[in-house]
């Protein structure tokens, strides 16, 4: 059992940590600079400035796929290699499904990209993949890269399509 002398003591170092945690929070900024400020800081028109981080998290990742090759709309062999950056969580496992579709929809190729370096980030990352067609396919068709999506859940669905010929 702990004596009063105790129980005072530690009343009062209570005290003491609420009182600076208050005193603390009172001296957060909490209203929104001046118009003043506003105007002497705001970029020139040349300037955009850069998106904000909710405003990146309302764009699907597929804005930020860059797919480096094949080029749209180019004509390609069999085998041809798929290169580009994708934001990390593009990515599961440092992978992700790529798919070669003919105009009706049928696949006729498969791989799987990987990356090349660290994924778990929600930077850009490099990704690499050997795409192989059925050898009897010609013809117009949609590369697609699709966003891995190990949950299943439909609002975690997205993809990239590229439009290719195959040779």
Avoid: C, Y
């Avoid at 003491?16 to 118009?35: A, D, E, Q």
């Avoid at 998106?51 to 998290?57: I, L, N, V």
């Avoid at 990515?91 to 990356?115: C, H, I, L, S, Y």
């Amino acid at each position: 059992m702990m004596s009063t002398k105790t129980w005072l003591v530690v009343i009062f170092i209570l005290f003491v940590i609420i009182v600076v945690m208050l005193g603390f929070l009172i001296t957060l900024p909490t209203s929104k600079p001046s118009p003043d400020i506003i105007a002497a800081t705001s970029t020139t028109e040349e300037e955009a400035p850069p998106p904000t981080e909710e405003e990146e998290s309302e764009k699907p990742l597929s804005s930020r796929v860059v797919v480096t090759s094949p080029q749209a709309k180019q004509l390609l062999g069999h085998m041809f290699t798929v290169a580009g950056v994708a934001p990390g969580p593009w990515f599961f496992e440092a992978q992700f499904p790529m798919q070669v579709r003919d105009m009706e929809g049928n696949v006729v190729g498969r791989a799987t990209a990987t990356a090349q370096g660290e994924w778990m980030t929600t930077e850009l990352v490099t990704f690499t993949a050997t795409m192989q067609i059925d050898a009897t396919f010609h013809g117009d068709a949609k590369l697609i890269l699709i966003k891995d999506n190990p949950s299943g859940l439909p609002e975690h669905d997205d993809a990239v399509e590229i439009p290719i010929t195959i040779d």
